[in-house]
């Protein structure tokens, strides 16, 4: 019970609430996720088990690629379809290559404003629950990396535009604060009202399996085989094998910065290392 499983969240479960049906699936409480997807949301959820709950915190780090509806003429308190509206403004005139532009204007390195109704500690508390008991919060902008924002598809009803599009972005970026953030740019307010992950990292839907499916067969990912799609391959001698395992260090090999999977000689992962003033680090030891 060491490696990954990759779900197909469905709609209206939260990320606990798989992770709390995998723990029963499996018969383990070692079980976690790497990073959460709202109830609203579906696709790509990562679950390590065992041992592999030490890959997640890395696998967090990696990029992510989503599919959403963006509708303009619309805010909501939670800039998705989920929370209360907060405004309306007619979109009816927004032409396609104005909203393209300013798509355009949020792609890139960007410091992006989180959405209120996030996860994110304020004064010890989680910023969405302040936001339901009323209150209003104020986030500060954080760096993020937009590396593709494309619009797939547009579509007209009476006053609201709505946008089919593909973002791949880093990890701490908020796909609903682009909807947000496309709506306030071109003054008619936004939100997101569809929301599908479909990669993390090199994890992507056609691995992903319905809870459906983890109910009648729980298909774990090896962790050697997790590692090795996720990260650079190094192999180990046994001898430097031994010293990994022990917590030693190891010349750097010219990987550069990041995790590297560690192999031993019988395709054993060892652990993940990560190359700084010349010497190979221990991040995580597995066996």
């Not at 959403?68 to 405004?87: K, N």
Request: charged share 25%; aromatic share 4%.
């Amino acid at each position: 019970m060491d490696g990954l499983v990759v779900v197909d969240k469905p709609p209206g479960w939260t990320s606990h609430d798989v992770v709390a049906r995998v723990r029963r699936i499996a018969g383990i409480r070692r079980v976690g996720h790497a990073g959460t997807l709202d109830p609203m949301a579906t696709g790509v959820l990562v679950l390590g088990l065992g041992r592999g709950t030490r890959l997640l915190g890395h696998l967090t780090l990696r990029d992510k690629a989503y599919d959403a509806t963006i509708r303009l003429g619309q805010s909501t308190v939670t800039d998705d379809s989920q929370g209360e509206p907060t405004g309306a403004a007619s979109a009816a005139l927004v032409g396609e290559d104005t909203m393209r532009a300013a798509v355009a204007e949020l792609t890139g390195d960007l410091q992006q404003v989180p959405s209120a109704v996030s996860a994110i500690k304020v004064g010890g508390e989680r910023a969405y629950r302040r936001v339901r008991a009323g209150e209003r919060v104020e986030l500060a902008p954080r760096a993020v990396t937009v590396t593709r924002f494309d619009v797939l598809d547009v579509r007209r009803s009476g006053e609201v535009l709505d946008a089919d599009v593909h973002v791949v972005c880093s990890t701490g970026t908020y796909v609903r604060a682009l909807a947000r953030d496309l709506g306030a740019a071109l003054g008619v307010g936004g939100h997101l009202t569809a929301l599908r992950r479909t990669r993390v990292g090199p994890y992507t839907l056609d691995q992903a399996l319905s809870m459906e499916a983890l109910e009648r067969d729980l298909a774990l990912l090896p962790l050697a085989a997790a590692v090795h799609a996720a990260f650079p391959r190094r192999e180990l001698t046994a001898e430097e094998a031994v010293r990994v395992l022990h917590g030693g260090q190891l010349p750097a090999v010219g990987h550069g910065p990041g995790p590297v999977g560690a192999f031993a000689p019988d395709g054993t992962v060892v652990a993940l290392v990560e190359e700084r003033a010349g010497l190979a680090r221990p991040l995580a030891v597995f066996s």
